[in-house]
């Protein structure tokens, strides 16, 4: 980030191993952000607020204000909890809630993460064709480790929700409700199920796992009762009822 900046702070001695940091601040013409933390003895409490004028700062494609607030703390047996939220372009927001267990080599880590878009015309410039409509991601979900994901324990569940979708001239009108679990084993298999309903008051269903070479096996079962909310994607008129069992 270019340009001045100021940095203030106050640094109290408590005790040989208790401090407080108060009141840090610093200033820019892009960012302002607000701090206290408390250490006693290796636990932590901490308060953050950043605010970011204009996010172009960082990704030249978007533009707009960005905000990021919440706490974050580390207790003596070493478990670091994380509350914090965020906003952006396009009326997004996000929160995520989560433990890590810092003192374990492995580095577990458990949390919940929500982003949402309310706008995502916003975010057009990043692939180059006109976005639009609203999407959200719910995700619950913990990992045996960070330190090497691929060979991770994992699971989470997740739900994905959106409405009057459009990609370039590309346009899914309708709302979007699918749900499911994404589950990763040590050996680098993953099972993956997801059910929910589509525009055109279409259900979907599916089951499949992902070997780590690739190989995919499972079942899909898919109807939509009214086709005409796909005719865009398909770049032709569609009227019909899918039935598909695979």
Do not use: C, H, K
């Not at 953050?48 to 706490?71: E, I, K, M, N, Y």
């Not at 050996?187 to 055109?200: E, F, H, K, L, S």
């Amino acid at each position: 980030l270019a340009g001045d900046g100021t940095l203030r702070a106050r640094l109290i001695g408590l005790a040989p191993d208790a401090y407080r940091v108060q009141a840090l601040s610093v200033f820019t013409s892009q960012i302002r952000l607000f701090a206290d933390a408390s250490m006693t003895n290796g636990v932590l409490a901490s308060d953050v607020d950043l605010r970011l004028t204009d996010v172009a700062d960082v990704v030249p494609q978007l533009s707009g204000a960005a905000t990021l607030a919440g706490t974050i703390a580390r207790d003596a047996t070493g478990i670091v909890t994380s509350d914090l939220a965020a906003t952006g372009p396009g009326s997004s927001t996000a929160s995520f809630a989560g433990q890590l267990e810092s003192q374990s080599p492995a580095l577990p880590l458990r949390g919940q993460l929500t982003p949402t878009i309310g706008d995502l015309w916003a975010f057009s410039a990043l692939p180059g064709q006109t976005l639009s409509g609203r999407i959200s991601l719910a995700v619950d979900g913990r990992t045996t480790t960070l330190t090497d994901i691929t060979r991770a324990d994992a699971m989470a569940d997740y739900r994905v929700t959106g409405s009057n979708l459009r990609y370039g001239d590309r346009r899914l009108p309708g709302t979007l409700d699918i749900a499911g679990t994404l589950a990763q084993q040590a050996d680098g298999q993953i099972a993956v199920t997801a059910t929910g309903t589509t525009p055109g008051n279409g259900q979907i269903a599916l089951a499949t796992d992902l070997a780590p070479s690739g190989a995919a096996t499972g079942t899909l079962d898919a109807t939509i009762a009214n086709l005409a909310p796909f005719s865009s994607l398909a770049g032709r008129a569609l009227s019909r009822v899918l039935f598909l069992l695979a």
